[in-house]
């Protein structure tokens, strides 16, 4: 299977500390997306990086990837309330047609 | 359009009806995508639209599922002889992709369909 797998499940911090999210997959691929989720509905796009990219940054979030290792990495910084959300990395496999998700992470930030 | 549309936002039916959910992609957007996303779970590759081409419906679990996209715009996916364990969130997307990557999805806020 493609699917990448999110660790911590579940993560709790407070308002300001830095967020650490960790994606594993399992074959090679042509991008990784982070995605967020907030109550189950709708996703929304954070950021894409690409299979000969390392590191990308985008506001408070950074992302780095290592093809290595087959694994990914989203940082956000200063975390606020308003970031609790559930987080998904999406990977879309070379030569594939669409993204396999992971599992996510529940993120909670403590005001 | 704004973004992607989904409709109706929630369904109650009862099992062993038919269902369809209504998906209007970003206007533009040659890729669609249907997802299922059942509670605290990540999500499941349905099916993908991509232009004229014949779509890819390796991730539809049963023959019960099945979807159509007219006219390359609107896609309706259709669950017949609905069960309670297709109780989910269905989630459409849309992106401009057009060659074999996958660009950024733009997704819709889902259909919540319960099984009862």
């Known amino acids: 299977s493609q699917q990448g797998e999110e660790d911590p499940q579940a993560l709790s911090i407070q308002e300001g500390e830095n967020a650490t999210m960790n994606c594993s997959y399992k074959?090679?691929?042509?991008?990784l997306q982070w995605y967020r989720q907030n109550s189950g509905r709708g996703l929304v796009h954070l950021i894409l990086?690409?299979?000969?990219?390392r590191e990308k940054h985008s506001g408070r979030l950074r992302v780095t990837l290592d093809t290595s290792k087959k694994s990914s990495s989203l940082l956000i910084t200063a975390s606020r309330a308003a970031d609790t959300a559930s987080y998904f990395c999406?990977?879309?496999?070379?030569?594939?047609?669409?993204?396999?998700f992971g599992t996510g992470t529940r993120l909670t930030v403590i005001p | 359009g704004a973004g992607v549309s989904q409709s109706p936002s929630n369904k109650v039916t009862e099992k062993g009806k038919d269902v369809e959910l209504r998906c209007d992609p970003i206007?533009?957007?040659?890729?669609l995508y249907w997802y299922r996303q059942s509670l605290g779970q990540g999500l499941e590759f349905l099916i993908y639209?991509?232009?004229?081409?014949?779509?890819?419906k390796s991730g539809l679990p049963s023959d019960r599922f099945s979807a159509e996209r007219t006219g390359g715009s609107v896609s309706t996916l259709t669950i017949q002889r609905t069960q309670q364990e297709d109780s989910a969130v269905y989630l459409c997307?849309?992106?401009?992709?057009?060659?074999?990557?996958?660009?950024?999805?733009?997704f819709g806020p889902g259909t919540r369909l319960t099984v009862l």
């Open positions: 999406a990977t879309v496999g070379t030569g594939a047609n669409n993204l396999f």
């Open positions: 997307a849309s992106s401009k992709t057009s060659g074999r990557a996958v660009d950024t999805q733009y």
């Open positions: 639209f991509q232009g004229n081409s014949a779509p890819d």
């Open positions: 206007s533009g957007h040659t890729a």
């Open positions: 074959t090679s691929i042509n991008n």
């Open positions: 990086i690409r299979s000969n990219e």
